[in-house]
């Protein structure tokens, strides 16, 4: 049976770090062997359950594992034979050693090997619990959607050019002045293709796979939490949960924070309009930093009040989105409606589906801003929405 995997992503700052250990505590106290993993960078982990933590799982608890996943070291393991061959290849046209070797490495590349960590986990057969603290949203969002296009490389591009390069190799040196990749090059690109192939299963499996999104009841958050959304529907992953961290209690009404949180339940219906029917989980803004087992728990209690932490929270897309030579189409999940309740417009970016009072609010990947709304069709407690491109390029805002 495959172990339950989350993967928690937000924009930097919003407390997920604190959500996914929280996350991971409930889940191993629920009998769970549960693993938690940081892939971000900037690795805070080790604080969270104030424990020092390292690149191999490391015990924090009864049936709890911690990993900071050392990119530097998946980079030596995955990528050792490219990196030779590319720091040569630089050196040889007068690049600094230092540099070259700076430069054989892609923008987020440190951060995809990262990701294959869960793999490895996954196949290990020793975790019932995988539960991963990912890289801020738009480096999560660019790995996520990698694999896609590495498998389209896979199956199309890269046989013909390991042929074209092995008959080219012996005259390389003579004609072109450079050294062609050798077969370990090769090897550990197929390689790490493979793998990310692989992997990209394991994050589609609706059944075992969620992400869920982290945000602070903050306008410039939720909107960035609801590209993520879209984004996430998009390349086909499940969003099981979202949870707004940082809500300040109804006690504060009479006092300083009364404006603040105000304007954060104002907010809130901005974060209902998004994400149902998902599940919007919550927590306070505690009078004391989330460190520690005893803060951990008390966050888990608050998040996961009404439902288990290893649960799947909800097992359907609440939105699609597909696109394909000049047209796209949007399905969404409006249970309990009726065809004449809904109203659909389009403004920039935004399509905005009101359904009697209440009101859904989907933000269009930037690749979508020139294409208007051709047809809506409902049925079996389904919006679809065909668009198309405007002829002239320019986005066009549109009421149906």
Known sequence: ???????????????????????????????????????????????????????????????????????????????????????????????????????????????????????????????????????????????????????????????????????????????????????????????????????????????????RLVMNPDRMVIREAMRTFTYLNLYGYLTDAVIVNRLFPADVDDGYFAAWRQVQQEHMELVRSAFQPLPILSAPYFEQEVMGPEMLDRLADEVFADGEAGALLYEELSQELVSDNGFAALRLTIPFAEKGDIDLKKIGLEVIVRVGSQKRTIILPPALAAYRPRTARFEGGALEVQFERTDDGVSANETS
């Open 1 to 211: 049976m495959a172990p339950r995997t989350i993967l928690y992503t937000g924009k930097g700052g919003v407390g997920k770090t604190s959500v996914a250990a929280a996350t991971a505590r409930r889940c191993a106290a629920a009998g769970m062997r549960t693993i938690v993993l940081s892939t971000d960078p900037a690795h805070s982990l080790s604080d969270s359950f104030e424990a020092e933590l390292g690149s191999h799982p490391t015990a924090v608890g009864d049936n709890l594992f911690g990993q900071e996943v050392q990119a530097q070291e998946e980079m030596e393991r995955n990528w050792a034979a490219v990196q030779d061959w590319l720091g040569d290849l630089l050196a040889e046209r007068g690049v600094e050693r230092i540099s070259a070797e700076e430069l054989t490495v892609p923008p987020g590349m440190d951060e995809l090997f990262s990701l294959l960590q869960i793999k490895r986990h996954h196949e290990s057969g020793e975790y019932d619990a995988i539960v991963v603290d990912c890289a801020p949203t738009g480096e999560t969002l660019r790995l996520l959607s990698f694999p896609d296009v590495a498998s389209w490389w896979l199956e199309k591009v890269f046989p013909w050019e390991k042929r074209v390069v092995s008959a080219a190799r012996p005259f390389a040196r003579t004609f072109l002045d450079v050294s062609l990749p050798s077969e370990a090059v090769f090897d550990d690109v197929q390689r790490l293709v493979r793998n990310l192939v692989a992997m990209n299963g394991i994050l589609r499996d609706r059944s075992a796979t969620s992400l």
